[in-house]
């Protein structure tokens, strides 16, 4: 899509965008960024969506043959945050995504990925946590295309959210379009609370409210960042207990 044309809610993958913010920074977008992973290297990218209120990140990666990429991403913008992501993955190839997106007051967080297994053998696995206060928006809108040759692909989705109020609103669709007939792929979505009786112990042993909350909500998080590059790996944590302090206040 050209950047001359600000989408609209036609378009599906941005049904549920924050468009009067995505208006204000549409027309100096710049061009997605290609990411090209030769075959047979392993890497992985860590994005951190917490320097401006309103950032669009996109990206188009390609997996040749036997390459792996792991990409880490935590959204915390302010007021609207959007990721997007584009993968080709090659013969054998493995793409990862570990996403969340912690949001409180009005904003607007998304990720929105295409994963294209063009060839046999790939793998995917994406992982995305979403914890939502306020009146926030999360969205995930993830698809998964297994083209006709594309035998023995194996692609998952999970995706949770947990919504800490009422006025939250939390948007899960993976989508699987598969016409290959010898591949595993699965999905799953589910958006649920905090577990009353676990937040009541946590208050029993002294906690106050807001800590219990982030402290739960740790659990709940972090393991997304277990495989994080290592010099990266505290940044991503220090930020998501910052991100989780604040939208359980």
Known sequence: ????????????????????????????LAPARRIDIPAGEQDSHVLLVNQDSVEVHRAEIVLRPGA??????????????????DVTVRDGAHFALHAANIAGGKATQEIVTVVRHEEPNGTSNQVVRS???????????????????AQKVDGEQSVKAMLLDRGATANCKPEL??????????????????????????????????????????????QLWDDAPEDRREELIAETRRLLREVAR
């Open 68 to 85: 792996s990429l792991s990409l880490f991403v935590l959204n915390g913008a302010a007021e609207y945050g959007r990721v997007e992501v």
């Open 177 to 222: 379009e598969i016409y290959a007939d010898d591949v595993k792929c699965a999905h799953g979505a589910s958006v649920g609370e905090l577990d009353p009786d676990q937040l009541f112990y946590a208050l029993s042993r002294g906690l106050d409210p807001a800590s219990a909350k982030a402290l739960l909500l740790e659990g709940f998080v972090m």
């Open 131 to 149: 914890v939502l206060a306020g009146t926030s928006t999360g969205s995930y809108l993830g698809k998964v295309a297994v083209a006709r040759h």
């Open 1 to 28: 899509m050209s950047v001359a044309t600000l989408p609209t809610r036609k378009d599906e993958a941005y049904r549920y965008a924050d468009l009067s913010a995505l208006d204000r920074v549409w027309h100096g």
